[in-house]
């Protein structure tokens, strides 16, 4: 008997997606299936590049077509499609192909947020996603210099009033900092302006067609936090602290802030999180240890993983070289790809629960 394109279909609906729990089918995850006699090829299309579970579903596919009788040869196209956040109610400020948009933000100063920022962003971008970093900490705006572009000089679209990315390692970044004739001069601003540049750096840049837009939020829950929640769809915030009980408790802050203007909490990122000994490879707890799980279990939310305390991490986001761009294969830079897929799944999890109506396939 030939085989039917019906028949590979009802196989895959046999293949969940493990974090949407829905078969591949229903989620319009599989397209282009053709059979010439004993040979099948068809397309997966995820939810995201950096999907981590990307292995698991193709090996699925593969063998539930595979039990189909008569099939000798499996072809599968592994694509990605990052879908588009929708509006969660009236929105003031318009971003045209910005698909996502994730908040990166901390309770306090001093946790390395920026420098978390910059590695996911890069980490995003090397998993073959097409990614933007917005830098909306106005009072210190640091990702210039961790991504290598202090001093850069920005261009200007003079048609369309808009701003140019400077792009740097596949990821488009922007900054206060590259506004500023001197870069070492204190920002001292009220509120109400440092909402108003933000909503610039919104409104007025030209990011193009981009699946996640990563932005480093000041520290704290002030104007920069209230103006982005409040103009745009933010797809989920990230929290970034140490494991100290008191940043735990600073933390929480944050996350009720996010929760209050009805942002979904993306996950807790724990920075710091242990120091492993170079000489001798024994792991020390400088301050503490296990306050961001702890934290994301009390608040219920995901606990997306632990970044070590590492010289290497600090010297080279002073060099302008984060360390997943530089050291790649390093164990610090695995820590932050294992972060930027869990956040990336946090993303496709939050996107999908948005309703809306899937075509029937049939």
């Known amino acids: 008997m030939a085989i039917t394109e019906q028949q590979v279909i009802d196989a895959l609906r046999t293949v969940n997606d493990p974090d949407l729990h829905k078969d591949l089918v229903t989620l319009r995850m599989v397209k282009d299936v053709k059979i010439e006699e004993t040979n099948v090829s068809f397309t997966v299309e995820l939810t995201t590049p950096a999907c981590p579970l990307k292995e698991k579903i193709e090996e699925d596919c593969r063998q539930a077509v595979g039990a189909i009788p008569g099939v000798q040869s499996i072809q ?14 009236v929105q003031q400020i318009d971003m045209p192909g910005v698909k996502t948009v994730i908040a990166v933000a901390s309770g306090k100063g001093g946790v390395g947020k920026s420098t978390v920022a910059a590695n996911l962003a890069c980490a995003l971008a090397r998993m073959g996603a097409s990614v933007g970093l917005m830098d909306a900490d106005i009072y210190g705006p640091s990702i210039p210099l961790i991504m290598g572009v202090d ?3 920005i261009e200007v679209d003079e048609e369309k009033e808009q701003l140019i990315p400077v792009e740097k390692y596949g990821v488009k970044v922007i900054s206060m900092g590259f506004l500023q004739t001197v870069s070492s001069a204190a920002v001292i601003w009220r509120g109400p302006m440092v909402s108003k540049a933000v909503q610039q750096f919104l409104r007025d840049v030209r990011w193009g067609e981009i699946d996640y837009l990563v932005v480093d939020l000041p520290p704290g829950t002030g104007d920069a936090q209230l103006t982005l929640s409040q103009a745009i769809p933010l797809t989920g915030a990230v929290i970034v602290m140490t494991p100290q009980d008191v940043a735990a408790s600073v933390a929480v802050k944050a996350i009720s802030m996010f929760r209050r203007l009805d942002v979904p909490i993306l996950g807790i990122v724990e920075n710091m999180s242990y120091f492993l000994c170079p000489t001798c490879n024994s792991r020390h707890d400088i301050f503490s ?29 002073d060099e302008g070289t984060p360390t997943v761009v530089v050291s790649p294969d390093s164990a610090e830079a695995g820590a932050f790809i294992r972060i930027a897929e869990a ?20």
């Open 289 to 317: 240890h296990g306050g961001g799980r702890q934290a994301a279990e009390a608040l219920e939310v995901p606990f997306l993983g632990e970044i070590p305390l590492h010289t290497q991490i600090r010297t080279e986001a």
């Open 151 to 153: 001093g850069a000089d």
């Open 76 to 89: 599968i196209n592994m694509t990605a499609s990052v879908r588009a956040t929708q509006p969660r109610g």
């Open 343 to 362: 956040i990336a799944q946090q993303v496709s999890i939050t996107v999908r629960q948005a309703p809306i109506e899937l075509p029937v396939v049939s």
